[in-house]
C-alpha cells in the first residue's frame, strides 16, 4: 500500500523546534478486526511533537484523531489494536511495550485529557482521593506530602479555596471547574506529553477560552508537548503551533497553524477551511464539500478523498500519495508531486462559488 | 429513486412464499448460528411429543389401576420381570408402574399445567394491565397497586399462598380431583403482574398515539379501539414474556408437586414422581428418582433456553 | 436524609398494613376459624363461646385493629393443627431457617461478586465460559432438583455430608444453634449451597453485567490514562461503582431466600419455618400461614429499609446535598 515509505517518513522528520521529539510517530497502523473484515482505523500515521509545542489534530468525526490519542497511550477499545508502525516517546520505542510495562507510563510520562469533563472522574470518590492516589501511584511520596501536592495542583489549576474543596465529590463541581480538577490530574506527575481529546467540546462557549489558556500556560511552564485533538478549526487557531489534518484514517496534511489555515495544500484542507466561518475571509454562504467521508470498511483505492476531490484524476483513483512537501506544509495530494504534479482543476478552487452550484 | 416511483408499471418482483420468508429471517439464521438453541429445540420438541402421544406410546397407562401389576415393584431398568414377563424399559416403582409410562403421562401433566397457566397469567394480564393503561384513574392506581405489593413476594410463595386459600374453601374430600385446577390457577395469578405491567406500558404509548386520539375523536367505541387497535400492538411484549414464563411455570409446577402442596400421587407430574422417588434414594432403586429428575432436568433446561433465546431474538431490548 | 427516611419508613407500614389486610382476610374469610379448631361434633354453644372468647362477634373493623394488636405483640392465635401457640411454634422453628438463610446468604453475595468480577474482568477466557455456562444452567434448574442432586451425590455416593436434617444442635436457651458443633456445621454445607445457588448465578450474572458496563465508563478509562494499575481501577474504582446498582437487587435477592428456604427445608428435611408453612398450607393451617406471611413480609420490609440506607452510605451523589448539579 505505501509505496515510498523513505520518502514520507524522512519528510515528516522535519521538526521545527530541531531538539529531538518528545512524541514520535512512524507509520502506525490500527486495525480492527471484525466478523467480516478487518478495519484500518489508522493507515500509516506519521508526526512528531516537539517539546513544548502544541500539534492540533483536526478532522471529522470518525476520521481517526481520537484513535491516533488512544493508539499513543495504549488505550485502544478491544478489538481495536496497532498492527505496525512504531511509536517512540523521547526516543525510546513504546508500542511494543506489554500493558503492564506501559501503566508505569501512563500519567507519569503521558498524560490523557477526554473530552467530558462531567464523566472522566469516579462519580463516588472525592477530588482529593483521586488526586492522591494518582500522585501516589507516581511520586515517592507519603499521604500527607500527597495532600500538600494536590493542594498545589488544584490551587495552579485555579480552584479557589482548594482546602476546602479536596473532600468534595465531583457532582459538586461546575462543568469548567471540573475540567481544571480532569487538568491537575492528568499533571499531577508532569508528564513530558499531554493528549487533549476534545478538552473543551463538553463546556460553555465562555469557559473553553479560561480552560485552553490554562492548558497551554501550564504546558509551557513545564515544557511539555501536547497533542490538541479538536473538530474545531477555531481552537486550533488559538492554541496550537502546528496542525495536523486527518481524513478516513490518514494523515492528509501537517503544517505550522498559520500555514495550513491561509494556504491549505490538500483539497479536503481546502474545502475544510473554506467551510468555517470567518476563519479565512466573510462569504455569503460557507463552503460544503459534496459527499461524505467514506466508512473504514469502504475507503477507495487511491487517494482516500479521490471521489470528493474536484481535482482527482486517473492517478488518484489508483495509487496512493504520501506526505509530500508542498510550501512549508507536507500533503498527501498528487497536486504536489515534486516530479509530476497534477494540474489543478479551476472548478474546485476552495472558495470558489461555482462549486456551490453542484448542491 | 425518484424515476421508479413516476413509472406506473412498476415489475413487482415474485412474491417469495411464506415459508421462504420465514426461512430467510433473522431468526431462522439466529437459530443456525447457535448449536445449543438447535439441541434444545429438538429435546423441547421431542419431549412435547413424547407428553402428546403418551397413550400410544407408552407400554401402559400409568393411572389406570387394572394395567399396573403390584408383582413387578421395584424392576430395575432394561429389564423383563420374571413374573408377568413385562419389559421395562426404565425400570418400575413401588407399586409396579413403568417409570417410562409415568414420565411421558407426567410430562403431559407438567406441560398441561404450565401452558394452562401461562394462558391465565396472560390472558388476566393483558385484560388488567389494557383496563389499567386505557382507562387510567382509580383501576390503574389500584392494579398497580396490588401488583406492586405481589411483586414484593418471590411467585413461588405467592402460588403456595394461592395454592392454600383456595384449598380452604373447597371441601377437603374435593382436594385432589381439582387438584391440576388449582394448580394452574394458584402458578397464573401468582405471574399475572410482569404481563399487566407489559401490557400497561404499551397500551399507554399506543393510546397517546395520533391515530387512537383520532379513532376517539370519531366515537369509535372503547371496546373497537381496544381489541382492534391496541390489543395487536401490545401483544409482541406479551408473547415474548410468555416464552419465559412457560419455563418458569414447569418449574413452579414441579416444585409445588414436590412440596406435596401439587399434583398427589394417584395422578403424578413430574414433580410428583420426584418427591415419591426420593423415598428411594437410600435404599438402591435410584432408577425411581433418576429418570423423572432428568427428565424434569432437561425439560426445565431446553424449554428455558429457547425462551432465552427467543426473547433475545424477538425483542432485545427486554433483556 | 430525615425526610427520606420518614418516607420510607411510611411506606413499609403501608406495606405490612396491606399485607395484615390480607392475612386478616385469610383469617376471617377462608374457612371457619371455630369450625376448624373445634372439629364437627362440637355443640352450638361450644362454638359461640369460642366464637366469643376470639372475639369473631365483634364488628370486622375492631376484630382487624385487635388482630394488628395482637400481630404487634408477636401473637398469632393456635394452630388449627397442633393446637399449640403459632408464635411459639415459630419460635422453636426460626433459628434453623435463619442459620441457614444467612449462611446462604453469605455464600451468595461472597461467591456471587468475586465470580461476577472474575468473569467481567477475565472475560473470554475458558474459565470465565464455563462459568457462565454453568451458571446458565444453575439458573434453569428447580432448586429442588439441586438439592436433589448434591444429597445424591455427596450423601449416597460419597458419604461425606449428611444428607438431613440439622445435626447436633446446641440449646442457648433463646436460641437454638447448629454452628457450635461438627455435625451441625457439616448438616448445614449442603442445604446451605442449594439455598444459595440460585441466588448466587443471580447475583453472579449481575455483577458480571454491571460490571462490564461501567469498564467501559469515561472515567475508568480516565483513571487507566492517569496511570492506575489494572488492580486499583478495577477493585477499587470500577467494582465500588459496580455494587451501587446491585446492592438493591442484591438485597432484594436476599429475602427470597428466605422465601425460597421453604423448598431446601423440605429437600433436607429441615426443621425451619419453611417446612412448618408447607404443612399449614397442606392441612389449611390458616393461623400459621397468616403468621408466616406476616413474618415474610416483615423481613421484606426491613431488608428494603437496609438496602436504602447501604445505598445512602455508598452514594455521595445521595448523601452531600447540595453542590452545583
Given at each position: 500500500m505505501s509505496s515510498t515509505p523513505n520518502s514520507a517518513s524522512s519528510q515528516a522528520e522535519r521538526v521545527p523546534a530541531g531538539d529531538e521529539p518528545v512524541l514520535s510517530v512512524r507509520h502506525l497502523r490500527v486495525e480492527f478486526p471484525t466478523r467480516h473484515a478487518t478495519l484500518v482505523a489508522l493507515d500509516d500515521i506519521s508526526f512528531d511533537i516537539a517539546p513544548g509545542e502544541v500539534l492540533g489534530v483536526v478532522g471529522e468525526s470518525g476520521a481517526g484523531k481520537s484513535m491516533t490519542g488512544n493508539a499513543v497511550i495504549q488505550l485502544l477499545e478491544p478489538p481495536g489494536h496497532i498492527a505496525g508502525g512504531e511509536v517512540r516517546l523521547s526516543g525510546r520505542r513504546i508500542d511494543d511495550l506489554a500493558e503492564d510495562d506501559f501503566v508505569p507510563l501512563r500519567g507519569r510520562h503521558i498524560g490523557m485529557i477526554f473530552q467530558d469533563p462531567l464523566t472522566s472522574l469516579n462519580p463516588l470518590f472525592s477530588i482529593g482521593d483521586q488526586l492522591i492516589e494518582t500522585i501516589r501511584a507516581h511520586l515517592p511520596m507519603n499521604d500527607s506530602q500527597a495532600r500538600e501536592r494536590a493542594l498545589e495542583l488544584l490551587r495552579e489549576v485555579g480552584i479557589p479555596a482548594p482546602e476546602t474543596r479536596l473532600a468534595a465529590y465531583p457532582h459538586q463541581f461546575s462543568g469548567g471547574m471540573r475540567q481544571r480538577v480532569v487538568i491537575a490530574l492528568a499533571l499531577a506527575a508532569e508528564p513530558e506529553l499531554i493528549i487533549a481529546d476534545e478538552p473543551t467540546t463538553a463546556l460553555d462557549v465562555s469557559v473553553q477560552a479560561q480552560i485552553l489558556a490554562l492548558l497551554k500556560r501550564l504546558c509551557a511552564e513545564r515544557g511539555a508537548a501536547v497533542m490538541l485533538v479538536t473538530h474545531d478549526m477555531g481552537v486550533i487557531a488559538e492554541t496550537a503551533d502546528r496542525v495536523a489534518v486527518m481524513y478516513a484514517g490518514r494523515l492528509i496534511e501537517i503544517g505550522p497553524v498559520g500555514e495550513v489555515i491561509r494556504h491549505p495544500r490538500h483539497p479536503y484542507t481546502e474545502g475544510l477551511m473554506a467551510s468555517i466561518p470567518g476563519i479565512t475571509k466573510r462569504l455569503e454562504r460557507l463552503y460544503q464539500i459534496e459527499g461524505a467521508m467514506p466508512r473504514l470498511a469502504a475507503i477507495p483505492a487511491g487517494c482516500a478523498f479521490n471521489p470528493r476531490c474536484p481535482h482527482a484524476?486517473?492517478?488518484?483513483?489508483?495509487?496512493?500519495?504520501?506526505?509530500?512537501?508542498?510550501?512549508?506544509?507536507?500533503?498527501?495530494?498528487?497536486?504536489?508531486?515534486?516530479?509530476?504534479?497534477?494540474?489543478?482543476?479551476?472548478?474546485?478552487?476552495?472558495?470558489?462559488?461555482?462549486?456551490?452550484?453542484?448542491? | 429513486m425518484s424515476q421508479h416511483a413516476e413509472r406506473g408499471d412498476v415489475v413487482v418482483p415474485a412474491r417469495p412464499g411464506r415459508l421462504r420468508t420465514f426461512l430467510d429471517s433473522d431468526i431462522v439464521y439466529s437459530w443456525k448460528q447457535q448449536p445449543v438453541v438447535i439441541v434444545a429445540t429438538l429435546v423441547t420438541l421431542v419431549m412435547f411429543a413424547g407428553a402428546l402421544f403418551a397413550p400410544w406410546i407408552t407400554p401402559q397407562n400409568p393411572f389406570d389401576p387394572r394395567q399396573i401389576d403390584l408383582i413387578d415393584a421395584f424392576t430395575p431398568p432394561l429389564t423383563t420381570s420374571d413374573f408377568t414377563g413385562t419389559f421395562y424399559l426404565l425400570g418400575s416403582d413401588s407399586q409396579g408402574r413403568d417409570v417410562f409410562s409415568a414420565i411421558l403421562y407426567g410430562s403431559r401433566i407438567s406441560l398441561l399445567v404450565g401452558f394452562a397457566a401461562v394462558l391465565f397469567a396472560l390472558v388476566l394480564g393483558t385484560l388488567l394491565g389494557l383496563s389499567a393503561g386505557f382507562r387510567g384513574g382509580w383501576r390503574d392506581a389500584l392494579i398497580m397497586r396490588?401488583?406492586?405489593?405481589?411483586?414484593?413476594?418471590?411467585?413461588?410463595?405467592?402460588?403456595?399462598?394461592?395454592?392454600?386459600?383456595?384449598?380452604?374453601?373447597?371441601?377437603?374430600?374435593?382436594?385432589?380431583?381439582?387438584?391440576?385446577?388449582?394448580?394452574?390457577?394458584?402458578?397464573?395469578?401468582?405471574?399475572?403482574?410482569?404481563?399487566?405491567?407489559?401490557?400497561?406500558?404499551?397500551?399507554?404509548?399506543?393510546?397517546?398515539?395520533?391515530?387512537?386520539?383520532?379513532?376517539?375523536?370519531?366515537?369509535?367505541?372503547?371496546?373497537?379501539?381496544?381489541?382492534?387497535?391496541?390489543?395487536?400492538?401490545?401483544?409482541?411484549?406479551?408473547?415474548?414474556?410468555?416464552?419465559?414464563?412457560?419455563?418458569?411455570?414447569?418449574?413452579?409446577?414441579?416444585?409445588?408437586?414436590?412440596?406435596?402442596?401439587?399434583m398427589p400421587a394417584t395422578q403424578p407430574s413430574l414433580g410428583t414422581l420426584i418427591r415419591v422417588g426420593q423415598d428411594y434414594m437410600f435404599s438402591g432403586e435410584w432408577w425411581i428418582l433418576l429418570f423423572p429428575g432428568v427428565a424434569l432436568l432437561m425439560l426445565a433446561l431446553s424449554v428455558n433456553l429457547l425462551g432465552d433465546w427467543l426473547r433475545d431474538v424477538l425483542n432485545p431490548k427486554l433483556r | 436524609m430525615l425526610a427520606f427516611l420518614i418516607q420510607r419508613v411510611l411506606q413499609a407500614i403501608f406495606v405490612m398494613f396491606v399485607v395484615a389486610l390480607i392475612a386478616f382476610s385469610l383469617f376471617h374469610y377462608v374457612g371457619d376459624p371455630v369450625l376448624n379448631m373445634l372439629g364437627q361434633e362440637a355443640t352450638e354453644a361450644d362454638r359461640d363461646m369460642l366464637r366469643s372468647q376470639l372475639g369473631l362477634d365483634q364488628p370486622v373493623v375492631v376484630q382487624f385493629w385487635q388482630f394488628i394488636v395482637n400481630a404487634a405483640q408477636f401473637e398469632f392465635g393456635i394452630s388449627y393443627r397442633s393446637a399449640r401457640s403459632v408464635s411459639e411454634l415459630i419460635l422453636e422453628r426460626l433459628p434453623a431457617t435463619l442459620e441457614l438463610a444467612t449462611i446462604s446468604a453469605i455464600f451468595a453475595v461472597v461467591m456471587g461478586i468475586v465470580l461476577g468480577i472474575y468473569t467481567a474482568i477475565q472475560r473470554g477466557n475458558w474459565l470465565s465460559k464455563f462459568i457462565m455456562t454453568a451458571s446458565l444452567i444453575g439458573v434453569s434448574l428447580p432448586t429442588f432438583l439441586i438439592g436433589i442432586l448434591l444429597i445424591y451425590l455427596f450423601a449416597v455416593e460419597l458419604g461425606w455430608l449428611p444428607a438431613f436434617g440439622r445435626g447436633e444442635v446446641v440449646d442457648l436457651g433463646w436460641w437454638n444453634t447448629g454452628l457450635l458443633t461438627g455435625s451441625g456445621l457439616r448438616s448445614l454445607i449442603l442445604p446451605a449451597i442449594t439455598l444459595g445457588l440460585f441466588q448466587l448465578t443471580l447475583i453472579m450474572r449481575l455483577v458480571r453485567a454491571e460490571m462490564l458496563e461501567v469498564l467501559r465508563a469515561d472515567y475508568i478509562k480516565f483513571a487507566r490514562a492517569r496511570g492506575l494499575s489494572r488492580r486499583v481501577v478495577n477493585l477499587r474504582h470500577a467494582l465500588k461503582n459496580t455494587l451501587i446498582p446491585v446492592i438493591t437487587i442484591i438485597g432484594l435477592q436476599l429475602g427470597t431466600i428466605i422465601a425460597f428456604a421453604i423448598i431446601t427445608e423440605t429437600v433436607f428435611q429441615w426443621p425451619g419455618v419453611g417446612a412448618l408453612f408447607i404443612t399449614a398450607v397442606r392441612f389449611v393451617d390458616i393461623p400459621v400461614m397468616a403468621a408466616y406471611l406476616m413474618m415474610i413480609a416483615l423481613v421484606f420490609v426491613i431488608i428494603n429499609l437496609i438496602v436504602d440506607l447501604l445505598y445512602y452510605a455508598v452514594d455521595p451523589r445521595l448523601r452531600v446535598q447540595g453542590g452545583a448539579k
Open positions: 484524476k486517473a492517478r488518484c483513483r489508483s495509487e496512493r500519495p504520501e506526505l509530500m512537501a508542498a510550501g512549508q506544509s507536507l500533503a498527501a495530494c498528487w497536486l504536489h508531486d515534486p516530479v509530476d504534479p497534477l494540474p489543478r482543476e479551476p472548478v474546485g478552487q476552495g472558495t470558489d462559488d461555482a462549486t456551490q452550484e453542484a448542491r | 396490588v401488583a406492586d405489593v405481589q411483586l414484593t413476594f418471590p411467585s413461588i410463595l405467592m402460588a403456595l399462598l394461592i395454592f392454600g386459600v383456595i384449598r380452604g374453601f373447597l371441601p377437603r374430600s374435593m382436594h385432589a380431583e381439582v387438584a391440576i385446577i388449582v394448580l394452574i390457577v394458584a402458578i397464573g395469578l401468582s405471574d399475572w403482574v410482569q404481563y399487566a405491567r407489559a401490557v400497561r406500558g404499551a397500551t399507554m404509548v399506543e393510546k397517546s398515539k395520533e391515530y387512537v386520539q383520532a379513532a376517539r375523536v370519531i366515537g369509535l367505541p372503547d371496546r373497537k379501539i381496544l381489541v382492534q387497535h391496541i390489543l395487536p400492538n401490545v401483544m409482541r411484549p406479551v408473547l415474548v414474556i410468555g416464552t419465559i414464563g412457560l419455563a418458569l411455570a414447569i418449574i413452579a409446577e414441579a416444585t409445588l408437586s414436590f412440596l406435596g402442596v401439587g | -
